[in-house]
């Protein structure tokens, strides 16, 4: 016989240890802190699920991040993005939306560093609307452009550019504003019983 | 929480167990190998004899085994390069889009937060599984001296990968992603990836039972090892029901960092372990060494992951366990750094003569670079400035691209002429694909690298803004998509030459 064996005994035995050490022990460890229920994050209502689904949908995890880090290992803080993130502030999140990119910046508090519903319309129509350096793509199919002298609708959002020219979101649009508006991560963790929502 | 604690106990028994009988058969002297197994890939006096690109005398030696399963493994090489083609088209006009943000903006299904997961699952499961698993199946009859078994299952099983990467793309451009990095596939697709996969495994295994070879050569332990890793790892990653949150994105990176170290890493090592020593006629440098590199590889790879999420929400000891197990990385990758450029360097005068050398050595110069910058920046230090740049998109290429992909293509460019029977026509076309994919992933490589940098020391800038970490990476952005052009056209050459040598060119200059 041959010795494929010990590569098959071998090979399995190291997979498993890191089964083992990265997804089994982790599991416990996450496990306890959620139990206690601290979060910064209330439960998403049905509208900010759906604004999280057309987030994931459009591959915006590929350029922002939803992490912050302590001071001592970037400008995080400085930038405006808030506390240092901790384990309870995801509990609410499957699937996860941590990132590792920040061609565009973090997101983890943009609920209140930007909270205009109109500003991120606009934005996510085209931001260079709005932040000319902006290398952002925007999202015009969730959008119609309608021209009108007077408001159209209560949701229509007006461009600034071009006279009597209103932006119509589409629902895909209002929840992913929706959504955008619900993270707020710089708060303080707070039990579950304390969520006014 | 029972079904927790079962698997917690199960794994540690099993991991224990494991290494407990792998001692015992170290003790028994099963796990050393000869040294005069390194000659086990020259027949009778083939040693000190070259085997260049185009067939020699010598391969006469092989056709029976290099033929033995044709169909299915050029069925494998042209899906993995009409693959590499869409993936690598992708790929540019995901790069072209940073520095035109609206290019192609205006279209849902061209966003680019579309293109970028597709341009990543193509390549990583469409074009280099196909190609690492052609060339490394292939191998096996050579290595076992049997003629493949199973073929028929190994076809059904590229049938198979082929329809589940269609519909996995289909899936990211209407919306049905998993939604994490790297596991992007809806999940019954991920179903048929995992069935295909373990359907790979049946010819390997039926065919090195079938051998009387007494000993195995080390792109075998590479491939046995790489096609047990692969299903668990998938099946782990894809379904564990029970994760959200930050185990969950612990579970993702510990599966996007194995799929590049346990999946494509040892198919790539294996093949540069074989055709290094066979092209140039002379056996590796060091045979016990590879011991060290392979049995490194599979302790130290596997728990790396959490570099990816350092300074992140993640408990301390496991970001620590990761960073230790990082630099641990540059013990097997020294080991194998020693074996394959010493073996290259008493040859360098060989790469004027095959093109094919030339790709295996540019290869395994780009594992050594690639994997020492990867222990580098698992570091705290390096790590907090090149965490979130275009750095990581540099250094994942150049292991992925520089390294992988380039031996694919000379392990490719080595199989085709002897699985067909016939010989290149246009040699120069693949020497003119070599140079523009070469001097395409330098510059690429290079200006991402930098522009990486610069962006991660703006994004430590306390007294900065965000602005200035956009701005300062336009320029190596822009030359990042010439990079790309080069690598594209490099791919259209590959495209080309295989399907003219199998469709279009008649069988001739035969040996016999």
Redesign the interface.
């Known amino acids: 016989m041959?010795?494929?064996y010990?590569?098959?005994?071998?090979?399995?035995?190291?997979?498993?240890?890191?089964?083992?050490?990265?997804?089994?022990?982790?599991?416990?460890?996450?496990?306890k802190i959620?139990k206690e229920g601290l979060s910064a994050q209330a439960p998403y209502t049905e509208l900010e699920l759906k604004g999280r689904?057309v987030y994931?949908?459009?591959?915006?995890?590929?350029?922002h991040?939803q992490?912050v880090?302590?001071?001592s290992?970037?400008?995080d803080k400085?930038?405006g993005w808030g506390r240092?993130?901790?384990?309870s502030?995801?509990?609410?999140?499957?699937?996860?939306?941590?990132g590792?990119?920040?061609?565009g910046?973090d997101l983890s508090n943009i609920g209140s560093r930007q909270p205009s519903r109109d500003w991120h319309h606009l934005h996510f129509y085209?931001?260079?609307l709005l932040v000319q350096?902006?290398?952002?793509?925007?999202?015009?199919?969730?959008y119609d452009v309608v021209s009108s002298p007077t408001q159209p609708s209560p949701t229509a959002v007006k461009l600034p550019s071009a006279e009597d020219k209103w932006l119509l979101p589409k629902p895909e649009a209002e929840a992913l504003v929706a959504y955008i508006l619900s993270l707020k991560r710089d708060r303080e963790p707070f039990l579950p019983s304390e969520v006014k929502k | 929480m029972n079904a927790?604690l079962i698997?917690?106990v199960l794994?540690?028994a099993?991991?224990v167990?494991?290494?407990a009988?792998?001692v015992v058969?170290l003790i028994q002297g099963?796990?050393l190998v000869p040294p005069s197994a390194a000659r086990s890939i020259f027949s009778k006096n083939e040693e000190g004899n070259p085997e260049l690109d185009q067939r020699t005398a010598m391969s006469e030696t092989w056709k029976a085994l290099d033929q033995s399963a044709r169909t299915p493994i050029v069925f494998f090489f042209v899906s993995s390069a009409i693959w590499l083609v869409i993936g690598s088209i992708l790929g540019l006009l995901v790069s072209l889009?940073?520095?035109a943000?609206?290019f192609l903006?205006?279209?849902?299904l061209l966003?680019?937060?579309?293109l970028?997961?597709l341009h990543l699952n193509i390549v990583t499961y469409g074009w280099l599984s196909f190609a690492a698993l052609g060339v490394s199946l292939w191998l096996v009859p050579r290595l076992t001296r049997v003629p493949l078994q199973n073929t028929k299952i190994l076809f059904s099983a590229g049938v198979l990968w082929n329809v589940g990467v269609t519909l996995g793309c289909l899936g990211i451009l209407f919306?049905y992603?998993?939604?994490?990095?790297w596991l992007e596939f809806w999940w019954p697709v991920d179903i048929l990836l995992a069935i295909a996969g373990a359907m790979v495994a049946i010819p390997l295994?039926h065919t090195?039972y079938r051998?009387k070879?007494?000993?195995?050569y080390v792109t075998?332990?590479y491939t046995?090892?790489a096609l047990?890793?692969f299903p668990?790892?998938f099946i782990?990653a894809n379904f564990?029901p029970?994760?959200?949150?930050?185990?969950?994105?612990?579970?993702?990176?510990?599966f996007a960092h194995?799929v590049l170290g346990?999946w494509v890493t040892p198919l790539g090592l294996g093949v540069i372990y074989y055709l290094l020593p066979k092209i140039i006629g002379r056996p590796i440098f060091s045979y016990q060494l590879s011991l060290f590199g392979f049995?490194g590889l599979?302790?130290f790879y596997?728990?790396v992951?959490?570099h990816?999420?350092?300074?992140?929400?993640?408990?301390t000891w496991?970001a620590n366990?990761s960073i230790v197990m990082s630099v641990g990385m540059a013990i097997p990758v020294v080991t194998v750094a020693i074996n394959h450029h010493i073996t290259a360097y008493k040859h360098l005068h060989m790469l004027k003569d095959s093109v094919v050398l030339r790709f295996i050595v540019f290869g395994a110069m780009s594992y050594t670079v690639s994997s020492l910058q990867g222990s580098l920046h698992a570091l705290?230090t390096f790590n907090?400035i090149t965490?979130?740049?275009?750095w990581?998109v540099s250094h994942a290429h150049l292991g992925l691209y520089g390294f992988t992909t380039m031996v694919m293509f000379g392990g490719i460019y080595f199989a085709f002429p002897r699985l067909l029977g016939r010989d290149w026509k246009y040699p120069q076309l693949i020497n003119l694909h070599f140079w523009t994919a070469a001097i395409g992933i330098i510059i690429y490589a290079v200006a991402l690298g930098i522009g990486g940098w610069l962006q991660g020391e703006a994004?430590?800038?306390?007294?900065?803004?965000?602005?200035a970490?956009?701005?300062v990476t336009?320029p190596y952005l822009a030359a990042r998509s010439v990079g790309g052009s080069l690598m594209l056209f490099s791919h259209l050459l590959f495209l080309f030459n295989i399907c003219f040598l199998l469709w279009f060119q008649k069988s001739e200059g035969n040996h016999e």
């Open positions: 041959n010795k494929a010990i590569f098959v005994l071998g090979g399995t035995s190291t997979i498993t240890l890191s089964i083992f050490l990265f997804v089994l022990v982790p599991r416990v460890e996450v496990e959620n689904e994931i949908e459009n591959g915006c995890v590929y350029c991040s992490q880090r302590d001071p290992a970037g400008a400085a930038f240092a993130s901790l384990p502030d995801y509990i609410y999140d499957k699937p996860h939306l941590l590792t990119m920040r061609t910046p085209n931001p260079r350096w902006s290398i952002m793509p925007g999202f015009p199919f969730l | 927790q698997f917690l794994t540690f099993i991991s167990l494991g290494m009988a792998f058969a099963q796990v889009k940073f520095n943000p609206d903006g205006s279209s849902s966003t680019f937060g579309k970028r997961p919306g992603s998993d939604g994490l990095e295994f090195i051998s070879e007494e000993h195995l075998m332990w046995i090892a047990i890793w668990i790892l782990i564990h029970f994760h959200s949150g930050v185990e969950q994105a612990i579970a993702n990176w510990w194995n346990l049995w599979a302790l596997s728990q992951g959490m990816h999420l350092l300074g992140g929400p993640i408990p496991i366990l705290r907090y965490h979130f740049t275009h990581t994004l430590q800038n306390t007294a900065g803004t965000f602005e970490s956009v701005l336009l």
